[in-house]
């Protein structure tokens, strides 16, 4: 048990539509990345955010946005889907700025199939 | 730019075997070296880190070397369980930001009895 929890498990939806990916870090977690693990690949960083602000980018245009609340929850939002975009998200979380000396702990992710 | 290489699966190893995943890596910096695990099921879980040039990380019986001169960081097992079974993911993540992993794309291990 990590507790970082990501809803909902699995996700079914059609091109060009938006969704929006949730989760839940552990109290005094002030940092969440998201990652999007298609299949057969490792995880690809999308973006971090520390205290609210994005701190950080992947290679990823942007329609993926998201938001980190002071409640310690955070959202992924993707506009304009692709069937690209079907993968696993992975949703991390830890309490300090950097991955270095602090650990990360990973949600079990979102399936999301774009069909 | 930064990157992983990890060796191809899937393993498949009987119950008390030796275990040994190649990762090497590609920095621009100076990184810290990672395997992570992912049982069935289950999040990406931190199995064991290295922060600079010969550091040993080890973990319930898993040990992996940061080596510099041949940018890796093989995973090694003297004798693997059944309970092993899971993906393991080399990553590395650079000194100077140490805002995002780079992960290999994961190597999956069967161990039967």
């Known amino acids: 048990e990590t507790g970082v929890t990501q809803s909902p498990t699995h996700l079914i939806k059609t091109r060009g539509q938006q969704v929006t990916l949730r989760c839940s870090s552990q109290?005094?977690?002030?940092?969440v990345s998201w990652y999007q693990q298609a299949l057969g690949q490792g995880p690809q960083f999308i973006f971090q955010?520390?205290?609210?602000?994005?701190?950080g980018r992947g290679n990823f245009p942007p329609r993926f946005s998201g938001l980190q609340f002071p409640n310690y929850s955070s959202e992924l939002n993707v506009n304009a889907l692709e069937l690209d975009d079907s993968a696993l998200y992975l949703c991390?979380?830890?309490?300090?700025?950097?991955?270095?000396?602090?650990?990360?702990?990973f949600g079990q992710g979102t399936r999301l199939t774009v069909v | 730019g930064d990157s992983v290489t990890q060796m191809e699966g899937p393993v498949t190893l009987s119950e008390e075997a030796f275990l040994t995943i190649n990762c090497t890596y590609t920095?621009?910096?100076?990184?810290?070296l990672f395997w992570y695990v992912q049982y069935p099921g289950e999040g990406l879980q931190l199995l064991l880190k290295?922060?600079?040039?010969?550091d040993k990380g080890s973990n319930k019986g898993f040990e992996a070397t940061y080596r510099k001169e041949t940018t890796s960081f093989h995973l090694e097992k003297g004798s693997v369980q059944v309970s092993d079974s899971a993906v393991y993911f080399c990553?590395?993540?650079?000194?100077?930001?140490?805002?995002?992993?780079?992960f290999g794309t994961g190597t999956s291990l069967t161990v039967i009895p």
């Open positions: 955010y520390y205290r609210e602000e994005e701190n």
């Open positions: 109290s005094g977690h002030n940092t």
């Open positions: 920095a621009t910096g100076y990184p810290s």
């Open positions: 290295a922060t600079k040039a010969d």
């Open positions: 991390a979380s830890s309490s300090g700025q950097t991955i270095l000396n602090t650990e990360a702990f």
């Open positions: 990553a590395l993540s650079e000194s100077n930001t140490g805002n995002q992993f780079y």
